[in-house]
């Protein structure tokens, strides 16, 4: 095995373990929330308001700041 070859293996085992782990969170949080808020017999919703601007800006923004982390941490761009 080339270094090139090593390093580029070792490069994409790190990305997967992260992208994994992201996975797994993301994965329970969706399972959590649907037992958590699945209907019963005779619910009535909450009517909501929604979210403002700025939290649709930011929720939109955490993963593109969670994948720019994961570049800059792992392509070694320090």
């Known amino acids: 095995m080339t270094p090139i ?4 293996l070792q490069l994409h085992n790190d990305f997967m373990l992260v992208i994994t782990a992201l996975f797994i ?3 329970g ?3 959590y929330t649907m037992v958590r ?3 019963r017999a ?5 009517k909501f308001t929604g979210p403002t601007g700025t939290v649709q800006w930011l ?7 969670i994948l ?3 570049d800059y ?6």
Do not use: C, E, K, Q
């Open 37 to 39: 808020h699945r209907r």
């Open 59 to 65: 929720w939109a923004m955490v993963p593109f700041a």
């Open 73 to 78: 941490a792992l392509m070694g761009l320090n």
């Open 42 to 46: 005779g619910y009535r919703p909450t």
């Open 29 to 31: 949080i969706m399972i």
């Open 5 to 8: 070859s090593r390093d580029a």
């Open 25 to 27: 969170v993301v994965f």
């Open 68 to 70: 720019l982390f994961v």
